[in-house]
Nanobody, 121 residues
Framework: QVQLVESGGGSVQAGRSLRLSCTASGRIDLINGMGWYRQADGKQREMVAMIGHDDSTSIARTVRGRFTISRDKVANTVYLQMNSLKPEDTAVYYC???????????????WGQGTQVTVSS
């Protein structure tokens, strides 16, 4: 029901900043929260940051103080501002939304295609 388009990934040196963007389309009226996950080679996907319907945020311990999540509700876009990047931040970053469809009485998750972030030392 919801499509996600990500942008902003790339390769940077440690200590630099990067901002990821994710724009949602489709049944945006069904979205509850939006956020970001990441998956490094050989590791499981982990939550990085989420922002809820009430604009409350949840930030992973590993990036707290360096990463910030925000959302533009008019543009249906969520951002992940990544500062003081470290090599261990290297991963594929995935945009995510969760929602609820009252017509089917079902919760759902949608994922972006993923964007590579590589941080060199």
């Amino acid at each position: 029901q919801v499509q996600l388009v990500e942008s902003g990934g790339g390769s940077v040196q440690a200590g630099r900043s990067l901002r990821l963007s994710c724009t949602a389309s489709g049944r945006i009226d069904l979205i509850n929260g939006m956020g970001w996950y990441r998956q490094a080679d050989g590791k499981q996907r982990e939550m990085v940051a989420m922002i809820g319907h009430d604009d409350s945020t949840s930030i992973a311990r590993t990036v707290r103080g360096r990463f910030t999540i925000s959302r533009d509700k008019v543009a249906n876009t969520v951002y992940l501002q990544m500062n003081s990047l470290k090599p261990e931040d290297t991963a594929v970053y995935y945009c995510n939304v969760d929602g609820y469809d009252p017509a089917t009485v079902r919760d759902f998750l949608s994922w972006g295609q993923g964007t590579q972030v590589t941080v060199s030392s």
